[in-house]
């Protein structure tokens, strides 16, 4: 499967039916990955899927899954998730004890790894290790629960990263998740990210192949003017 071009529009199924999962993965299939969080009530405060749930989701989905475990000891449970097929697997590096080990071990399963960054965690300790990761994730909400507001706050910080991978000549994607819509994805795009999680703006809409052809087209307009 070739890599899709930037930017990429990833909507949360946590803004999906949950009763109607099937018919809810179809209906975003012009989208580049479904992306699926994965929470243990534990490093959040909320309960959501697990292995066996997101079996059945990759089974079903007719794009790829771009997994992010909000999960503490991502470094026991992550190549789970790989195991199962998921194209991209995301751990947050508060959680994890040795990233960069965890990050070639899912590679060599076959996934893309990613590390998550909360709104309050300095990306300076990544600089060193872009070589390591696939993708970068900037959460701009709290993780945790869906629908909350876009935190401008936290831009900064995405902007910094994305300079310094330019820099480094490094090609780590750079995702970002929490309050993306018609509204905010400029602003993320200006700041360097090319990869968007959108829920609300996406399932929210009436016609949702036409919300995710302009939230890419506002994200790629956003990117060519910064």
Known sequence: MSLPAAP???????????????????????????????????????????????????????IPLDVHLMITDPDRWAPEYAELGAASVTFHLEAA????????????IGARAGIALKPGTDGESLYELFDEF??????????????????????????????????????????VDG???????AQAAAAGADTFVAGSAVYGATDIEAAIAGLRERARAANLGS
């Not at 990833?10 to 018919?23: C, E, G, K, R, T």
């Not at 580049?32 to 405060?45: R, S």
């Not at 004890?97 to 060599?108: F, G, I, Y």
């Not at 706050?153 to 780590?172: C, F, H, N, W, Y």
């Open 8 to 62: 990429r529009i990833n909507p949360s199924i946590l803004a999906a039916d949950f009763v109607n999962m099937q018919a809810d993965l179809a209906r975003i299939a012009a989208a580049d990955y479904a992306h699926v969080d994965v929470m243990d009530n534990h490093f959040v405060p909320n309960l959501t899927f697990g292995t066996q749930m997101v079996e059945r989701i990759q089974a079903t989905s007719p």
């Open 97 to 108: 004890t040795d990233p960069v080990a965890l990050a070639r071990r899912l590679r060599s």
């Open 134 to 175: 696939d993708q970068i994730l900037v959460m701009t909400v709290e993780p945790g629960f869906g629908g909350q507001g876009f935190m401008a706050e936290t831009m900064p910080k995405l902007r910094a990263l994305a300079d310094e991978a330019r820099r480094r000549g490094s090609d780590v994607w750079f995702q």
């Open 179 to 185: 309050g993306i819509a018609d509204d905010t994805i």
